[in-house]
T-cell receptor
């Protein structure tokens, strides 16, 4: 299957700081999705990206579809304690409808 | 509007048994996908269904099967359970295959 690598694997930040994480692959994707998952719950869709170079915001969250179509980035501004969770990227190839998920970035916000 | 619902929430089974998990998609969504999420990893694709037909299958053994009903709800069946099948099973729905997916809360399966 496709390998989507997310970095960093984990982050420990102070409340109020900005956060940046990314997702990379060796394959070209035509859709990128970003999810947040909290313990014991299903992933919650944050942002969807459909075009190379696209920049989309959802409140304090901003995500970008990399121009090479092999990567995507998520930024969180002015982090708050409720941002804690695991963030997953998911990509869809041109050749099918399946979404491949990344390895996740665990975010801890210290008040 | 109600989101994706899954039942049961938790399930404990013994090795060799069979299990059926259920999913109801968001109203208006015609495609359902199933994922397995092992602790510490991202979700792994199992199946995708659209209009009662299988549209995609991940790298899982034939012990795993699924179906979609006329009302677009879906069931995932796993036969001859193994300890390694213990995981969170997630259902996601979308309007059509390939569009953004919304997940349910999952069913936590424990095989002893």
């Amino acid at each position: 299957g496709q390998q989507l690598n997310q970095s960093p694997q984990s982050m420990f930040i102070q409340e109020g700081e900005d956060v940046s994480m990314n997702c990379t692959s060796s394959s070209i994707f035509n859709t990128w999705l970003w999810y947040k998952q909290e313990p014991g719950e299903g992933p919650v869709l944050l942002i969807a990206l459909y075009k190379a170079g696209e920049l989309t915001s959802n409140g304090r969250l901003t995500a970008q579809f990399g121009i090479t179509r092999k990567d995507s980035f998520l930024n969180i501004s002015a982090s708050i304690p409720s941002d804690v969770g695991i963030y997953f990227c998911a990509g869809q190839l041109n050749t099918g409808n399946q979404f491949y998920f990344g390895t996740g970035t665990s975010l801890t916000v210290i008040p | 509007d109600a989101g994706v619902t899954q039942s049961p929430t938790h399930l404990i089974k013994t090795r060799g048994q069979q299990v059926t998990l259920r999913c109801s998609p968001i109203s208006g969504h015609k495609s359902v996908s199933w994922y397995q999420q092992v602790l510490g990893q991202g979700p792994q694709f199992i199946f995708q269904y659209y209009e009662k037909e299988e549209r995609g299958r991940g790298n899982f053994p034939d012990r795993f099967s699924a179906r979609q009903f006329p009302n677009y709800s879906s069931e995932l069946n796993v036969n001859a359970l193994l300890l390694g099948d213990s995981a969170l099973y997630l259902c996601a729905s979308s309007e059509y295959p390939g569009l953004k997916q919304y997940f349910g809360p999952g069913t936590r399966l424990t095989v002893t």
